[in-house]
């Protein structure tokens, strides 16, 4: 069974990871969430809507070779503190080398942080400013470039979700997940 990493920073953006989280689980990946652990922020993370999810583990107790993604949900406020953040650092490069790594919205800025944006991406309109660097595609909903996947922002998250379930699991289960779900787009 295919697992994907979903770390969690307060400020990320609830509907991306709750879409993405949602449709990856009903392509049968193993989804776990991971907080980023801090004096105020436990395993409770609140997003930017004030919205808060309960993490499965801690950033820190996170192995690389226990997944096959690593995919960060966009919002100003979690994509900052992932950029940040030493581990997430480590943990996207280790993952770029070796495996896939994707991020939405706003989130595209830390792979830029750590190093690990591919030469083709979107984001959310007007953070391309933010990440300056050539590349940005600002017409597709998901862009996949070697084994970086990038997607624009709340509205392309079940879009994005169905490309990762592609990539990772195949385009039949994709096709009845979003037939299952009456989506005539994507």
Known sequence: M?????????????????ALIDVMRRGGIE???AYIEDELH?????????????ADTSIKSVIAD???????PGGWGGTHALAQNAKVKDLLQEFKATKLVG?????????????VLSDRYTCYPS??????QDGYTPD???V??????????????????????????????KNDIKSGMLLDYC
């Not at 953070?127 to 300056?132: K, L, W, Y």
């Open 2 to 18: 295919a697992s994907v990493l979903v770390p969690l920073a307060p400020g990320f953006e609830e509907l991306e990871a709750v």
């Open 127 to 132: 953070v391309e400013n933010d990440i300056s």
């Open 42 to 54: 436990k395993d409770m993370v609140l997003g930017a809507n004030g919205i808060v999810i309960k």
């Open 66 to 72: 226990d997944f096959d993604m690593m995919v960060l």
């Open 31 to 33: 989804v776990v969430t």
């Open 103 to 115: 991020a939405i919205c706003a989130a595209p800025f830390a792979l830029k942080e750590a190093g």
């Open 140 to 142: 597709e909903k998901v």
């Open 144 to 173: 996949i470039d070697d084994n970086v996947m990038t997607s624009r922002g709340p509205g392309t998250a079940v879009c994005f979700g169905l490309a990762i379930v592609e990539k990772l699991v195949g385009s039949e289960t």
